[in-house]
């Protein structure tokens, strides 16, 4: 699938080729609102693709319709690890990346750890909020 790499503007190459599908989904005769666009992380895409991607999550949010990030253990996450690390020891920066795009407003994550990456989101919402979150909780 990295043969298939090959962008020369990775960010805005697949904004166009998402907003292109979203068009031919509504043409199709879907509804906007039902329709979740997802930037396919990992999938014909090389370490500097997915980064820059996600740096660029701002743009494909501007089409107006919700955005899943699917960023748990992909191997591009694996490479800011050790080359040893097991694929597990992937899911704290998977949390990370997963924490940053909640505060950037995407609408969901995709994950294989989720109490990790609950923590994570809890985190950046109680350093955005000033709020102890689990005193929140005890009042639910």
Known sequence: ???L????DTATEVLAELQQMRDRAVAAGIAPE???LDPGLGFAKDHDDNW?????LHELQRLGH?????VSRKRFIG??????????ARDLPTAVVSALCAERGVWGVRV?????????IDTVSAWQNGADLR??????
Request: overall charge negative.
């Open 135 to 140: 005193e929140q909780g005890a009042e639910q």
């Open 34 to 36: 039902r329709i979740i």
């Open 1 to 3: 699938m990295n043969d």
């Open 5 to 8: 790499a090959d962008y020369d």
């Open 79 to 88: 490479q800011l690890l050790p080359a040893e690390a097991p694929v597990a």
């Open 52 to 56: 820059a991607v996600l740096n660029h």
């Open 66 to 70: 919700p955005v899943l990030v699917g």
């Open 112 to 120: 294989h750890n989720v109490a990790a990456t609950r923590v994570a």
